[in-house]
Nanobody, 123 residues
Framework: VQLQASGGGLVQAGDSLRLSCEAS????????MGWYRQAPGKQRELVAF???????HYGYLVEDRFTISRDGAKNTVYLQMNSLKPEDTAVYYC??????????????????WGQGTQVTVSS
C-alpha cells in the first residue's frame, strides 16, 4: 500500500489550494483518512480527519477554512484549503488509518503515511 499526495505549492495569503492523496495497492478497506502538517521546529499536528462514515474532524486552527472530503471508491482523500495564511505554511502529510490489505499470505490492518507535500503561503 502506498499513499501519494499532491497539490502543494507556493501561494499568497488569501489564496486556495486543494490537496489530494490516493492510496494505491490491493486494499480491502480503510477506516479513516486524514491530513497532518508539520512546520519547521514544530510538532506534527492534526489538520483534518474523516472516517469511513464521512464524519470529519478538524484542528481548531483550520476548521472554518479547510474542508476534508473522501472518495471511498478511489481510496482518495482531499483537503480544500481556503483563505490560506502564512501560518499554514508546512509540509502536509496524508494518513490512512486501519488499512486492511494483504501482506504475504495474511490480511493485516496497518496505518500508512504519504511522503508529504509542501505548502508555502507568502504574506
Amino acid at each position: 500500500v502506498q499513499l501519494q499526495a499532491s497539490g502543494g505549492g507556493l501561494v499568497q495569503a488569501g489564496d486556495s489550494l486543494r490537496l489530494s492523496c490516493e492510496a494505491s495497492g490491493i486494499i480491502f478497506s480503510i477506516s479513516g483518512m486524514g491530513w497532518y502538517r508539520q512546520a519547521p521546529g514544530k510538532q506534527r499536528e492534526l489538520v483534518a480527519f474523516i472516517n469511513s462514515g464521512g464524519t470529519a474532524h478538524y484542528g481548531y486552527l483550520v476548521e472554518d477554512r479547510f474542508t476534508i472530503s473522501r472518495d471511498g471508491a478511489k481510496n482518495t482523500v482531499y483537503l480544500q484549503m481556503n483563505s490560506l495564511k502564512p501560518e499554514d505554511t508546512a509540509v502536509y502529510y496524508c494518513n490512512a488509518e486501519k488499512v486492511r490489505a494483504p501482506i504475504g499470505q495474511k490480511v493485516r490492518e496497518l496505518d500508512y503515511w504519504g511522503q508529504g507535500t509542501q505548502v508555502t503561503v507568502s504574506s
